[in-house]
């Protein structure tokens, strides 16, 4: 956030803002060296988080040793000379120590950040979560059928640059590559590949690729309700089935299909490898709002995955940093079978 401060002297409360949340992820008992944060429902959420992250660090053996995050200046909403309304980008590597190894975390969060005079200094009186983990895309009204379409019935051609993982075309039925899944997951993490639609809620469409990207095999019936697939642009459309890119809909299919893709439900989460599946439920009514992958492992045998919404790469499975996260969070546990 490169500026003049004299042109923008509320800009300088944004690295204060930053510098705190640093801190913060590092010394949960430093507590805040100066008030910049006024928005109290923003406070009482975070000192909450605070308190339960480190029990859970606790919990896990977990040594913090620094945080590091980038801020960039997306957009200016609204500027006068007592005020400005600014989207933020945060992207955080976090290190941590556990078992005597050295861990990377990599997460990015948008915010919306007021900021407002107060006398001769600038505080920051509202903090807006952009993207939130907590807010799934659900199944839209209605169904698609290829057959209503103009052009008849075609075979599924599913979009994707063969080019981000290995280079030619595969047959889609023999090993689950998970190295090359875990390869598309870590290659686009933080942003998507421009092959495929990107959604407001894009966790599932990402875990999708990723699976596609190991040469899971499409499941393609040509309904949206059914199946697990992605047609790509049909008469200037994008068409796909919800289970490609809606979290509950993708459960339910890894949770019944016996052809294509197909996954094992497991008890735990040690018992998971490379290149498979965790969802959650949020709230614990049965309804599945973000899913993830599995893509290394922590010190201690435990899983550590990629996201994509609140973009995240390495972060630990059980998600407890996140504000979505509640003691009646529920999770699923899917094993990808090495042949399909």
Known sequence: MKTKKAQQPWKQVLYMYVDQY????VDYGSGVREQIVTDLDYLMERGERQFRIQAWYTERKVTPQ????????????????????VDVRLHTVFFYEKGGLTHREDSISKERLTVARDGDAWLIVDVERLEDECHPWNEPEGEFNEQDESHGSAPSVPLINHGVYAAGTHSRAGRYEREAAVQYADKWWDS???????????????ISQCLFAGKAPIHYTGKRETGWWYKGYVNNREWWSYSWAVSNSFTRYLH????????????????????????YDWDGDGSFQHSTIVTAFDAGGMPL?????VSSKHRYWDYRDSYAWNENTKY????????F
């Not at 092959?195 to 894009?202: D, L, R």
């Not at 016996?258 to 498979?276: C, H, I, Y």
């Not at 995955?305 to 919404?309: D, E, L, M, S």
């Not at 699923?332 to 042949?339: G, K, L, T």
Request: with cysteine; hydrophobic share 30%; net charge negative.
């Open 192 to 206: 998507g590949n421009p092959e495929f639609a990107t959604f407001e809620v894009n966790c599932t469409n990402y």
């Open 66 to 85: 620094k945080s590091e995050t980038r801020a960039k200046l997306q957009r200016i909403l609204r500027e006068t000379e007592d005020e400005a309304v």
């Open 332 to 339: 699923r546990f899917y094993h990808i079978p090495d042949y």
């Open 305 to 309: 995955v990629n996201a994509h919404t």
């Open 256 to 279: 019944t299909s016996t052809s294509g893709l197909r996954a094992e439900l497991v008890e735990r989460p040690e018992q998971l490898m490379l290149g498979d599946v965790i969802v």
């Open 22 to 25: 640093n801190q913060s992820r």
